[in-house]
């Protein structure tokens, strides 16, 4: 009922910035949640930052100081800039947006996962 599109991801240098954006459609009512995740291969999916629907921010140690989450309810769309970018941030970053769907008279609860976009970060 909701699907994903992610974009921005790609190669930089150590230091270097890139920007991931995430753009929900379909059948949404409301989104409450919406965060970006990462996962190295052969390691498990971990949190780097999540925003909830007031605008409240959660972010991984490793991202504090280097990354800021912000959203555009208007258009349903998650950004995450990077800056300062390190060889250990290469990963394959999610996209995940939680929220209340409504189709006709029915609504219902989905949590929906991005495609992946590749990061990787050389030193």
């Known amino acids: 009922q909701v699907q994903l599109v992610e974009s921005g991801g790609g190669l930089v240098q150590a230091g270097g910035s890139l920007r991931l954006s995430c753009a929900a459609s379909?059948?949404?009512?409301?989104?409450?949640?919406m965060g970006w995740y990462r996962q190295v291969s052969g390691k498990q999916r971990e949190l780097v930052a999540a925003i909830t629907s007031g605008g409240s921010t959660n972010y991984a140690d490793s991202a504090k100081g280097r990354f800021t989450i912000s959203r555009d309810n208007a258009k349903n769309t998650v950004i995450l800039q990077m800056n300062s970018l390190k060889p250990e941030d290469t990963a394959v970053y999610y996209c995940?947006?939680?929220?209340?769907?409504?189709?006709?008279?029915?609504?219902?609860?989905?949590?929906?996962w991005g495609q992946g976009t590749q990061v990787t970060v050389s030193s």
């Open positions: 995940n947006v939680n929220g209340t769907y409504s189709r006709s008279t029915y609504y219902g609860g989905f949590a929906s």
């Open positions: 379909g059948y949404i009512f409301s989104i409450n949640v």
